[in-house]
């Protein structure tokens, strides 16, 4: 864990940083330093703000990518990685080396949906389903007035103007979850494997991060994208409803929150919270939205060099699941099952120190 004084405080550059080192007083405050998934960015400010309202707890948060979050974390230069999707397995072995040989865990602490957001002016209503989303982002479907989209959307006044995808240019965790989804849901229009890298990039165009999606698709007639919930509101873009297999689904927070009953974990006996994501995005059920991200800050179970980030992180992240989830609705997320907030709760209370979990 790094501690910073007040005066170095005012060069950090991550906003919630500079917002929270106002309200502190003198000395030195705790510091929990993240870097990452941009998906989780808004969420990781309200957090911020929560700890540094009630605990006096700085939580430094950049939003640069899960790939680059990721290889931070390994690299030791910050407290925990932000990532959308689990590590792979040369990432938990390197991983395990920078925790002294303990476990990293994932700790899915708040949920936000992937909205299929659009521009294009004069259809207010689109509804999609996840073949129609394949063929679109592998450029099977390049005209808005294509007799496939037409089908889903009778009476709608589809112009024959040219669909441009735009997909995420830089290593993604939303990107890895969105082609798992199509895998998923639509595996004979999808036949690419999921990764953090956009597949078929000789399709639409790329930008970065989740905030250049939105800006991009804002900007660009016929552009449609996959982005967070929240940055699709963000940019009043239009956001399609889905028909997952029973009837067409509307985003909201209804529809995702219904979605997590199909929620499970992969290993139901670990400490470390990987979402079994195959059966979420396999789920039908009437009225659900199961295109969810389920965020992870990754953690070393154990080792870290200074004992004190294991007790910082509990604090922080025991204030996260107590208060931190009041308002995530107001800005484009789902807070986390009350069902699920024990298992999380104790992942957290078995954080240890420099030794082994």
């Known amino acids: 864990m790094r501690i910073k004084r007040n005066g170095a405080l005012a060069a950090v550059s991550a906003i919630a940083a500079l917002t929270l ?58 407290d925990f990685a932000g990532s959308d999707s689990a590590l792979k397995a040369d990432e938990v072995t390197a991983a395990k080396e920078r925790c002294n040989g303990n476990d990293p865990w994932h700790l899915p602490l708040v949920v936000g949906p992937v909205a299929i957001a659009y521009h294009l002016d004069g259809v207010d209503d689109l509804e999609l389903d996840p ?45 890895d979850n969105f082609q798992r989804f199509l895998q998923n849901s639509a595996p004979n229009d999808w036949p690419y494997e999921h990764s953090k890298e956009f597949a078929p990039k000789d399709v639409g165009s790329g930008a970065s991060k989740s905030t250049g999606v939105g800006d991009t698709v804002k900007k660009t007639p016929g552009a449609i994208s ?4 929240g940055f699709a509101t963000e940019n009043d873009l239009g956001v399609a409803d889905i028909d997952f297999g029973a009837g067409p689904v509307e985003l909201n927070a209804a529809s995702a929150g219904k979605a997590l009953d199909a929620l499970a974990f992969k290993d139901p006996e670990s400490k470390d919270l990987i979402v079994d994501t195959d059966a979420l995005f396999a789920s039908k059920a009437p009225g659900a939205y199961p295109l969810l991200l389920t965020p992870y800050s990754i ?59």
């Open 21 to 78: 080192v106002t309200a502190c007083g003198g000395g030195d405050t705790p510091t929990v330093s993240g870097e990452g998934s941009t998906a989780q960015q808004k969420a990781m400010e309200h957090f911020g703000q929560i700890l540094s309202d009630d605990d006096d707890i700085v939580l430094d948060y950049t939003g640069s990518g899960s790939g680059d979050g990721i290889k931070k974390f390994i690299a030791g230069d910050v």
């Open 131 to 175: 073949s129609v989303i394949a063929k679109i982002f592998n450029g099977k479907i390049t005209k808005w007035n294509d007799p496939a989209i037409a089908a889903l959307n009778p009476g709608a006044q589809l112009p024959a103007a040219d669909i441009v995808p735009v997909y995420r240019s830089d290593s993604s965790g939303t990107t």
């Open 226 to 229: 996959y982005v967070e919930w």
């Open 299 to 357: 953690v070393c179970s154990a080792g870290y060099s200074d004992e004190s980030t294991s007790t910082t992180l509990k604090d922080a992240f025991t204030k996260i699941l107590d208060d931190g989830q009041t308002g995530l609705e107001e800005i484009g997320y789902v807070p986390v099952p009350q069902s699920f907030k024990a298992r999380l709760q104790g992942t957290v209370d078995a954080l240890a120190g420099s030794g082994n979990a």
